[in-house]
């Protein structure tokens, strides 16, 4: 039977209003943590690391990152502004200049320069490119890391297996119909461990604390130890025995030297990246990093210059780091945004909002880097070559974390719901 | 300052003792020495009941007594029923159920004592003329309404919808005037609270009137959206006929400079010149709804015209915006649509005993089961022959044996329903409120007084602990961060604290010298009853390995508003 990593929900036995899919919860687990350190972990582990099964990491440039600016600079066109092209490490491909070290990578990268969707509101887009679906009253779609750790998830982890980093503000997107068991245990700021979950006590102390509140909770309640008691005990448990863990030091990126640190350069996005890494070294299954002011309605090349040096570091040496650890090949690293930027440059020297032809950046997983899927016409406002909707993208995603992409889920109203909707995986991405 | 602390400390003592009396071997409940029983021979007789034709409204406690002889005659022969649960818990119960917050030590007290056989029905009176009732349930709605949102920017809506119910709920405006101002709403989202089921979709006319069937009638129409519903009547023609109601409400953002960014509103009908334009292309004037073709998702699609899938009733074809939705919101709310109705009664019936009388609360329709018909339907022809009054609603269920019985786990299926109430998690709200006084929060922090940080705090609490009311409650369940902070969050683990003279527990700890009173005094507090015996024990042993009596005190303080039964209402 498949477990999930966050709270074990009991099977009610024939509820009479229970719709959803239940995972019985596992056997409750004694409070008390294991001794050994990180590194003792880690040693004991890699024979697990070294087989465990897929994890994502999601770059979530929120606001809409210009393509232009990115990786389809178009310094031919004067839609494409005064941004330049750089060359990479693969013959043939450019990407712009504010990408310098993922220039250095290129062979392990895979551009979707032709990907296409009619949804341009940045809400219903960013739910859109969450979920796969678009947002509706009546079905609220898991977001892709909920469905993800639905789908697949590392059960020797004792840490959340969905982890957001950074804060999406009101485009947070959630766990929707599969429920809070699958959302993402949010860490706001990457240098700091995720909130409360420092002790308020001693370790002694609250362990005492725990103690008690077990004993007052199993004895002594007139038999009104119903079923949303022993849920309580549950959560506690596995709450209590999360902050315990000495995989929580996985939060800590103080842990790591100085040289690590440095060679993700600077900022909250990089510390953001090198969270990841170690989350996901750690048995997490899904880590979505958002970086926020994509959306450059004014001042865009500035801005992007800006904010193309926030990610080229991070994201390059992101690759790096899990390639020399082995671990490339089964964690599937996602670049992207909700859409485009318009090829027309506006009166503010801004780009506007632009669906129809957008580029994402993948690498790991399976795909084959040193190759750019699609292409769009001289002015970058038509896609000319190999379109790629949103749900072939996600197809795609499927297709490298092994998931089965027509699996169903059951939404609160009795309908099931398919991990995607449509869409086929584009294959020239895994040969 | 002393009398009235000795007063307390007695009144203590004797409670504890009724208590204990009651629970050790006298096989009563404990209300059962106290509190009143519901008298038999004042209940109208079942066939007066139902021959009387819905035209005058019954008081609520006798219409309590005929909803109670209905469930015993269709929904608990031979049932196994749970006995009168006891004051204390009755009285957090109802207290969180109307005004959402838990009662105080001397409340719970004062009530527990009161030998005044109609206590009961009276607490239940004075709790629907508190201001806090309106609010309480502005915010359910709020919730209701917005954890439904297809567009983020509806909660720009929120605070002005609160607004707007609150007065309405406390005014006493019937629920069909509510209702019909949400539908034919519009203006500035910021100051009419009525516009925000257009804002919370952003006026896409097919998901409001998905939500308005769903919220007005409970009817999940939705579903035949794409498809004809596999399980239900309704056709795919259906769904497109009600959404052709809406094709012309539009909401468009406000042009100000001053002030936060709004919208509104508005009815979008075509101006002379376009009428002209397009009269020339020979196509209809005005916006009009089309059914997509789910075969060519590009084209057009079919043109639908407004009939509403109740009644089958329909409007001249190419009505203004005003007019469509004045005859949507009349065919909604007529008496001979009986949806209307039973989905309000159905809703706030199932947030009160635990269950609905159909199941998702927001699932009803020809073609579902429900559990109790007759009394259903006596219910809601009350409830219509009442004017659609929100508090007579609220005040029979109140008064009902149903909702006063003992809690228990929620039924299996093969177990009658209603057999007791079921414990029901607290909305974000109502858990922030509980929270707050038990911890003494506005008196002794540093927000007192300061509105925003107070809104803030309120909000940064409930986007961790609030839930969609609507979803099925057995689905809910507790997140990892709701445990983290409530074991963790400085807010809890530095107000459980005795260090300080002004904070809650130094408070107690100086007037209880006595350890067992001093508990008492922490359960009394955090779950508005005493402790039972196991319980008075097993905090004695656990003081007594602590050689610290405030730590002692802390540990159990904290541990009380981290149980299970703090985060519920039994």
Redesign the interface.
Same mark, same amino acid.
């Given at each position: 039977m498949k477990l999930h990593r +966050?709270?074990h929900?009991r099977l009610?036995?024939? %509820?009479?209003?229970?719709?959803?899919d239940f995972l019985r919860g596992i056997s409750a687990a004694s409070l008390a943590a294991g001794t050994l350190g990180w590194h003792d972990l880690l040693t004991s582990q890699a024979a697990d690391l070294q087989n465990r099964g897929m994890a994502c990491i999601l770059l979530w440039m929120q606001g809409g990152p210009s393509q232009f600016e990115t990786f389809s600079p178009k310094p031919r066109h004067a839609n494409g502004g005064e941004t330049k092209a750089i060359s990479t490490s693969v013959p043939g491909i450019q990407i712009a200049e504010h990408l310098p070290n993922l220039a250095e990578v290129m062979d392990d990268v895979a551009i979707i320069r032709s990907m296409t969707s009619r949804e341009g =509101?940045h @809400?219903?887009a960013t739910s859109l490119l969450h979920t796969g679906y678009l @947002?509706?009253? %009546?079905i609220?779609y898991p977001t892709f890391g909920s469905l993800v750790t639905q789908q697949i998830t590392n059960e020797a982890c004792e840490l @959340?297996s969905f982890v957001r980093v950074g804060n999406p503000g009101? /485009?947070r997107t959630s766990a929707g119909f599969l429920?809070?068991?699958y959302?993402a245990?949010?860490v706001t700021r990457s240098g700091q461990p @995720?909130? /409360? %979950?420092?002790?308020?006590?001693g370790e002694n102390?609250?362990r005492?604390?725990l103690n008690?509140?077990d +004993?007052? +909770?199993t %004895?002594?309640?007139?038999g +009104?130890s119903?079923?949303?008691?022993q849920?309580?005990?549950a959560?506690?448990r596995?709450? =209590?025995k999360?902050?315990l863990s000495p995989q929580m030091e996985a939060f800590d990126i103080s842990k790591e030297s100085q040289q690590v640190r440095e060679s993700y350069g600077e900022g909250n996005f990089a510390s953001g990246c090198l969270l990841a890494r170690r989350l996901v070294e750690s048995g997490v299954t899904f880590v979505e990093v958002v970086l926020n002011g994509w959306d450059t309605h004014q001042d865009n090349f500035t801005r992007v210059k800006e904010l193309g040096g926030q990610i080229d570091q991070p994201m390059a040496q992101l690759i790096r780091d899990l390639k020399e650890r082995g671990m490339l090949d089964s964690t599937l690293i996602i670049w992207m945004g909700e859409f485009g930027r318009t090829p027309k440059i506006n009166a503010r020297t801004g780009r506007d909002h632009f669906p129809r032809a957008f580029n994402v950046a993948l690498a790991g997983g399976g795909v084959r880097g040193g190759q750019v899927i699609g292409a769009t016409n001289a002015a970058g406002d038509e896609v000319t070559d190999r379109p790629v909707g949103v749900t072939d993208l996600f197809q795609s995603f499927c297709k490298s974390l092994k998931i089965d992409a027509d699996a169903e889920n059951m939404s =609160?109203?009795g309908?099931p719901i398919t991990v995607v909707d449509g869409g086929e995986p584009v294959n020239e991405l895994f040969s | 300052m002393k009398v009235s602390l000795m007063f307390r400390s007695f009144r203590i003592l004797v409670f504890v003792s009724i208590f204990a009396a009651a629970s050790c071997g006298l096989g009563l409940s404990w209300n059962g020495t106290l509190a009143d029983s519901p008298d038999a021979s004042a209940r109208p007789s079942l066939e007066v009941a139902s021959n009387t034709a819905p035209s005058t409204s019954v008081k609520p406690a006798d219409a309590a007594r005929v909803v109670d002889n209905y469930l015993r005659k269709e929904a608990l022969v031979d049932a196994d029923e749970a006995a009168r649960t006891d004051d204390a818990t009755f009285l957090r119960r109802v207290k969180l159920d109307l005004v959402g917050e838990s009662p105080t030590p001397d409340e719970v007290m004062d009530f527990v004592l009161d030998t005044d056989p109609g206590k009961r029905k009276d607490a239940i009176q004075d709790l629907l003329s508190s201001a806090k009732f309106g609010q309480n349930w502005a915010r359910y709605w709020r919730d209701v309404i917005m954890y439904r949102q297809s567009d983020p920017r509806g909660t720009v809506a929120a605070p002005s919808l609160l607004r707007y119910l609150e007065d309405k709920f406390n005014a006493g405006t019937s629920w069909k005037e509510i209702a019909t101002e949400f539908i034919t709403a519009e203006g500035d989202v910021r100051e009419n609270g009525n516009t925000a089921i257009y804002m919370a979709h952003f006026g896409n006319g097919e998901e409001v009137a998905a939500e308005f069937s769903r919220l007005f009638l409970g009817i999940q129409i939705q579903c035949a959206q794409c498809h004809d519903h596999p399980t239900d009547r309704w056709k795919r023609e259906q769904f497109h006929e009600l959404a052709a109601f809406l094709p012309r409400v539009q909401v468009r953002a406000v042009q100000n400079d001053e002030g936060p960014r709004s919208f509104q509103v508005i009815s979008r009908e075509n101006n002379a010149r376009r009428r002209r334009a397009q009269a020339n292309r020979r196509r209809p004037t005005g916006r009009e709804h089309y059914m997509s073709d789910l075969e060519d998702p590009s084209s057009r699609g079919t043109l639908t015209h407004p009939k509403f899938f109740v009644s089958n009733r329909s409007i001249p074809k190419g009505e203004t915006d005003k007019r469509r939705r004045n005859s949507l919101a009349v065919m909604i709310t007529a008496q001979s649509n009986p949806w209307f109705a039973k989905a309000f009664v159905n809703r706030i019936w199932a947030e009160m005993v635990g269950e609905g009388f159909y199941e998702p609360i927001d699932d009803l329709g020809p073609d579902r089961q429900c559990s109790a018909p007759e009394t259903m339907d006596y219910l809601s022809e009350q409830f219509i022959a009442a004017d659609y009054d929100v508090k007579w609603l609220y005040e029979t269920i109140a008064n009902t044996d149903a909702y006063q019985r003992a809690s228990r786990e929620r039924r299996r299926y093969t177990e009658a329903a209603f057999a007791a109430n079921c414990a029901q998690r607290l909305r974000g709200d109502q858990l922030y409120d509980v929270l707050t006084d038990v911890l003494a929060l506005n008196t002794s922090n540093r927000r007192a007084g300061n509105p925003r940080a107070r809104r803030n705090a309120r909000n940064a609490f409930t986007a961790v602990f609030g839930y969609d009311p609507s979803m099925p409650r057995d689905e809910l369940t507790g997140s990892i961060p709701q445990a983290l902070y409530m074991m963790n969050a400085s807010t809890v683990t530095q107000n459980v604290r005795g260090n300080r003279a002004d904070s809650a527990l130094a408070k107690i700890l100086q007037e209880f010298p006595e350890n067992d009173d001093a508990v008492t005094e922490l359960y009394l507090r955090c779950l508005a009853r005493v402790p039972s015996k196991d319980e008075a024990q097993t905090c004695r042993d656990y003081l007594a390995g602590i050689s610290n009596r405030r730590e002692g005190m802390e540990d159990i303080f904290w541990v009380l508003v981290n149980t299970a039964e703090f985060l519920h209402r039994r």
């Amino acid at each position: 039977m498949k477990l999930h990593r +966050q709270t074990h929900v009991r099977l009610r036995r024939g %509820s009479v209003v229970g719709r959803r899919d239940f995972l019985r919860g596992i056997s409750a687990a004694s409070l008390a943590a294991g001794t050994l350190g990180w590194h003792d972990l880690l040693t004991s582990q890699a024979a697990d690391l070294q087989n465990r099964g897929m994890a994502c990491i999601l770059l979530w440039m929120q606001g809409g990152p210009s393509q232009f600016e990115t990786f389809s600079p178009k310094p031919r066109h004067a839609n494409g502004g005064e941004t330049k092209a750089i060359s990479t490490s693969v013959p043939g491909i450019q990407i712009a200049e504010h990408l310098p070290n993922l220039a250095e990578v290129m062979d392990d990268v895979a551009i979707i320069r032709s990907m296409t969707s009619r949804e341009g =509101s940045h @809400p219903r887009a960013t739910s859109l490119l969450h979920t796969g679906y678009l @947002p509706t009253a %009546s079905i609220k779609y898991p977001t892709f890391g909920s469905l993800v750790t639905q789908q697949i998830t590392n059960e020797a982890c004792e840490l @959340p297996s969905f982890v957001r980093v950074g804060n999406p503000g009101r /485009n947070r997107t959630s766990a929707g119909f599969l429920g809070v068991d699958y959302d993402a245990f949010a860490v706001t700021r990457s240098g700091q461990p @995720p909130a /409360n %979950s420092r002790l308020g006590v001693g370790e002694n102390r609250f362990r005492r604390r725990l103690n008690l509140l077990d +004993q007052l +909770q199993t %004895s002594g309640t007139d038999g +009104q130890s119903d079923g949303y008691v022993q849920d309580h005990l549950a959560l506690y448990r596995k709450a =209590s025995k999360m902050i315990l863990s000495p995989q929580m030091e996985a939060f800590d990126i103080s842990k790591e030297s100085q040289q690590v640190r440095e060679s993700y350069g600077e900022g909250n996005f990089a510390s953001g990246c090198l969270l990841a890494r170690r989350l996901v070294e750690s048995g997490v299954t899904f880590v979505e990093v958002v970086l926020n002011g994509w959306d450059t309605h004014q001042d865009n090349f500035t801005r992007v210059k800006e904010l193309g040096g926030q990610i080229d570091q991070p994201m390059a040496q992101l690759i790096r780091d899990l390639k020399e650890r082995g671990m490339l090949d089964s964690t599937l690293i996602i670049w992207m945004g909700e859409f485009g930027r318009t090829p027309k440059i506006n009166a503010r020297t801004g780009r506007d909002h632009f669906p129809r032809a957008f580029n994402v950046a993948l690498a790991g997983g399976g795909v084959r880097g040193g190759q750019v899927i699609g292409a769009t016409n001289a002015a970058g406002d038509e896609v000319t070559d190999r379109p790629v909707g949103v749900t072939d993208l996600f197809q795609s995603f499927c297709k490298s974390l092994k998931i089965d992409a027509d699996a169903e889920n059951m939404s =609160s109203v009795g309908r099931p719901i398919t991990v995607v909707d449509g869409g086929e995986p584009v294959n020239e991405l895994f040969s | 300052m002393k009398v009235s602390l000795m007063f307390r400390s007695f009144r203590i003592l004797v409670f504890v003792s009724i208590f204990a009396a009651a629970s050790c071997g006298l096989g009563l409940s404990w209300n059962g020495t106290l509190a009143d029983s519901p008298d038999a021979s004042a209940r109208p007789s079942l066939e007066v009941a139902s021959n009387t034709a819905p035209s005058t409204s019954v008081k609520p406690a006798d219409a309590a007594r005929v909803v109670d002889n209905y469930l015993r005659k269709e929904a608990l022969v031979d049932a196994d029923e749970a006995a009168r649960t006891d004051d204390a818990t009755f009285l957090r119960r109802v207290k969180l159920d109307l005004v959402g917050e838990s009662p105080t030590p001397d409340e719970v007290m004062d009530f527990v004592l009161d030998t005044d056989p109609g206590k009961r029905k009276d607490a239940i009176q004075d709790l629907l003329s508190s201001a806090k009732f309106g609010q309480n349930w502005a915010r359910y709605w709020r919730d209701v309404i917005m954890y439904r949102q297809s567009d983020p920017r509806g909660t720009v809506a929120a605070p002005s919808l609160l607004r707007y119910l609150e007065d309405k709920f406390n005014a006493g405006t019937s629920w069909k005037e509510i209702a019909t101002e949400f539908i034919t709403a519009e203006g500035d989202v910021r100051e009419n609270g009525n516009t925000a089921i257009y804002m919370a979709h952003f006026g896409n006319g097919e998901e409001v009137a998905a939500e308005f069937s769903r919220l007005f009638l409970g009817i999940q129409i939705q579903c035949a959206q794409c498809h004809d519903h596999p399980t239900d009547r309704w056709k795919r023609e259906q769904f497109h006929e009600l959404a052709a109601f809406l094709p012309r409400v539009q909401v468009r953002a406000v042009q100000n400079d001053e002030g936060p960014r709004s919208f509104q509103v508005i009815s979008r009908e075509n101006n002379a010149r376009r009428r002209r334009a397009q009269a020339n292309r020979r196509r209809p004037t005005g916006r009009e709804h089309y059914m997509s073709d789910l075969e060519d998702p590009s084209s057009r699609g079919t043109l639908t015209h407004p009939k509403f899938f109740v009644s089958n009733r329909s409007i001249p074809k190419g009505e203004t915006d005003k007019r469509r939705r004045n005859s949507l919101a009349v065919m909604i709310t007529a008496q001979s649509n009986p949806w209307f109705a039973k989905a309000f009664v159905n809703r706030i019936w199932a947030e009160m005993v635990g269950e609905g009388f159909y199941e998702p609360i927001d699932d009803l329709g020809p073609d579902r089961q429900c559990s109790a018909p007759e009394t259903m339907d006596y219910l809601s022809e009350q409830f219509i022959a009442a004017d659609y009054d929100v508090k007579w609603l609220y005040e029979t269920i109140a008064n009902t044996d149903a909702y006063q019985r003992a809690s228990r786990e929620r039924r299996r299926y093969t177990e009658a329903a209603f057999a007791a109430n079921c414990a029901q998690r607290l909305r974000g709200d109502q858990l922030y409120d509980v929270l707050t006084d038990v911890l003494a929060l506005n008196t002794s922090n540093r927000r007192a007084g300061n509105p925003r940080a107070r809104r803030n705090a309120r909000n940064a609490f409930t986007a961790v602990f609030g839930y969609d009311p609507s979803m099925p409650r057995d689905e809910l369940t507790g997140s990892i961060p709701q445990a983290l902070y409530m074991m963790n969050a400085s807010t809890v683990t530095q107000n459980v604290r005795g260090n300080r003279a002004d904070s809650a527990l130094a408070k107690i700890l100086q007037e209880f010298p006595e350890n067992d009173d001093a508990v008492t005094e922490l359960y009394l507090r955090c779950l508005a009853r005493v402790p039972s015996k196991d319980e008075a024990q097993t905090c004695r042993d656990y003081l007594a390995g602590i050689s610290n009596r405030r730590e002692g005190m802390e540990d159990i303080f904290w541990v009380l508003v981290n149980t299970a039964e703090f985060l519920h209402r039994r």
